[in-house]
């Protein structure tokens, strides 16, 4: 063998009772698991001493921003060291395949808050299955730090097919969306997710996403969204999605599935009592969180979804009309906007965490009414500057969060971790770097609101279920070696909310296929990343 892992304290993803045991790779694949009393102990050419270091498949997260980041950055320690070992893409609705050019140029301005404007980036692909294949052949052909999964974004679908206009789509696109989303099936896409507080996806009515879901469930996908609220409305939200992918015969996976602001302060129990009516009746369900109360978006998605009808360039023009700007204030600070989840903002939460130009960097990090205050003007008088100013490009904390809501969403039993990891700005939401030792370090040693086993399931086995992955998510012989070496005493999430860019600790070795892409709690060269596609590409039924 190439490798044994030698006295590891083995928590294999099942949430069974961990057990001590050597285990043995071989090309990549686990080839042996002995336990203390199976005999003979196994041979390598390397053994690894893992005494008093828990060994757990790789954590995967459902819910990344990194489309770009593992395209320019062959580090990627925000994700390898957190010993994330596969990320999925595409979410929200909004990236960068299928697209044309003039697509291509809209999507990049739209979220260029979440992975920059992409200059730096040869956009050398206009399909899922491009995509997918410079994810394969990035760095002269090594690939990237971590394996990556990719959902068809529903909005950037009909960005392409329909623009950006409020309106149903016709039948002709409504056949021609139904078309990309099919070929992104067939070129490996393991579902679709949608931004339904985002524009231009937001403008699509449950009759035009149940067609959608339709051809997903053909292709053995599952169906992701963002839905259309999650403040005022959140349960009625929650239970359209499940109505709506139930009426499909679609797979269901809740993305970042908070009960945030005021309004849903203790609902969780009500969430779960929707979802548990639902699986009961046989709807097939899944959800991820991040352990953190508060958000992160852009600026700009805090507007109503009228004022963004058009594309970037018609948000920049009705924001410099002062009339208009005034409308816009109106619905965002008195009615509650839609983009803002039908709640009035609260200024003094939502936090400046990272801008596109330079020359506003002294917004960083203070809230919107404290800059304000500072500058002597009213919120929504600074507020409109930004967004003026950094062309669209700020992104915010919302701290709108609460912590028993996270506490008992993450017991559930179709929980699963997703950082919502966004890695722009200078002060990034400490989840991007810090969500899967916190799942480790604060809620399971120091809080014991699961236990460790139970957490671990969470992080693998149950989102390889949900991809449909068949060799990934346990440690089990004949499974890929993606796997992680952690001290349970120790693990922690090194980053705060002042300083989040620091990295965890106590997480010192992660394997992909095999190959230590962090080892010694340093970060190797190896990229041993690659695009993991469904294998129901063609459609069943």
Known sequence: MDLVIRDARVVDGTGAPSYRADVGITDGRITEIRGEDDGPRPTAARTLDADGLALSPGFIDMHAHSDLALLRDPDHSAKAAQGVTLEVLGQDGLSYAPADDRTLAEVRRSIAGWNGDGSDIDFDWR????YLDRLDRNFGGQGIAVNAAYLIPQGTVRMLAVGWDDRPATGAELDRMKELVAQGMAEGAVGMSSGLTYTPGMYAKDAELTELCRVVAAHDGYYCPHHRSYGAGALQAYEEMVRLT?????????????????????KAPELLSLLDEALAAGADISLDTYPYTPGCTTLVAMLPSWANEGG???????????????RIRHVVEVVG???????????????????????????????????????????????????????????????????????????????????????????????????????????????????????VAHLTSRPAGRLRLADRGYVREGYRADLVLFDPAT???????????????????????????????????????????????????
């Not at 399909?127 to 491009?130: E, Q, W």
């Not at 803002?340 to 965490?353: A, K, N, T």
């Open 491 to 541: 693990v922690a999430a090194g980053s705060t909310f002042d300083e989040p860019r620091t990295l965890p600790v106590g997480v010192p070795h992660v394997l992909i296929d095999g190959r230590f892409v962090v080892e010694d709690g340093r970060r190797t060269s190896v990229l041993a990343g690659r695009s993991v596609r469904s294998t129901g590409g063609a459609p069943t039924g």
């Open 337 to 455: 906007s839609d983009g803002c989840h039908g709640v009035p903002i609260e200024w003094d939460r939502i936090e400046i965490s990272g801008v596109g130009s330079p020359e506003l960097a002294g917004y960083v990090g203070r809230t919107v009414a404290e800059s304000a205050r500072l500058r002597g003007e009213e919120p929504w008088v600074t507020a409109r500057r930004l967004l003026v100013e950094d062309r669209l490009g700020t992104t915010i904390l919302q701290h709108v969060g609460h912590e028993e809501n996270v506490r008992q969403i993450m017991r559930h039993r179709v929980h699963t971790g997703g950082s919502d990891g966004i890695l722009q700005g200078d002060k990034p939401h400490p989840r991007a770097y810090g969500t899967f030792p916190q799942y480790l370090g604060r809620y399971v040693r120091e809080l014991g609101i699961l236990t460790l086993e139970e957490c």
């Open 312 to 326: 970037p360039e018609s948000v920049l023009t009705r924001l410099a009309d002062g009339d208009t700007a005034e």
């Open 127 to 130: 399909t899922v299955g491009g």
């Open 246 to 266: 139930r009426d499909a015969g679609c797979a269901l996976h809740l993305a970042h599935a908070t009960m945030n602001f005021g309004v849903n302060k203790g």
